[in-house]
């Protein structure tokens, strides 16, 4: 049996409250929102939608990018960007979306990337966050919720690319892997 965390009710009001204190940390208006596919796409399009009311200058791209096969990391992140011109983040203010911080392997990896790759700024925005994980790697500027130390779905997230369509989050059930 599996159990529902976020309903989609709550997920919405959980990313209004994202964007308005996204909002309210980028003054000179200007922000490139950059999603790490394929988990952050419910995420970022909602969050984009948010963001739509404080008339900031936003800009969308996505990053390839993968450490997970089933439900375990295998330690090593990949990054691929989907715009062809690796300029694409240049003397930009980045912020990395993405659905879940585990280790936080992946947005130190992803930070760094975009870093050397000559971005203005670079912040992280995550809807979830695992309870008891580390702050040794990073910590996310912003994120949505703390869940239990489980694998979760929906909402983006999946099991072996099942279960990204839910509209909610709820953790995997053993009867479902
Ligand atoms: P790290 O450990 O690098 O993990 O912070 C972040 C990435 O790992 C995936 N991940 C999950 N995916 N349910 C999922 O569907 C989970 O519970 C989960 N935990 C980590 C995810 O791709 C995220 O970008």
């Keep these: 049996m599996s159990e529902v965390l976020y309903s989609a009710n709550e997920l919405e009001k959980v990313v209004a409250d994202l964007a308005k204190a996204i909002a309210a940390d980028f003054p000179d208006r200007q922000l490139l929102l950059l999603g790490l596919l394929k988990g952050c796409q419910p995420f970022l399009a909602d969050l984009s939608r948010q963001l739509s009311r ?56 992803v930070m760094a990337w975009l870093k050397e790759k000559g971005a203005a700024s670079v912040k992280s925005c995550v809807l979830l966050r695992k309870s008891g994980c580390s702050d040794e790697v990073l910590t996310p500027d912003y994120w949505g919720a703390i869940i239990p130390d489980a694998f979760v779905v929906g909402y983006g997230l999946d099991y072996n690319e099942q279960y990204r369509e839910l509209p909610y989050i709820k953790i995997l059930g053993a009867d479902e892997q």
């Design 54 to 109: 404080y008339q900031l200058d936003l800009a969308i791209d996505y990053l390839q990018v993968s450490s997970y096969i089933g439900t375990a990391s295998c330690g090593r992140v990949t990054i691929k960007p989907v715009t062809v011109d690796e300029s694409f983040c240049r003397q930009r203010h980045v912020l990395v979306v993405d659905d879940i911080f585990d280790t936080g392997l992946t947005l130190k990896e």
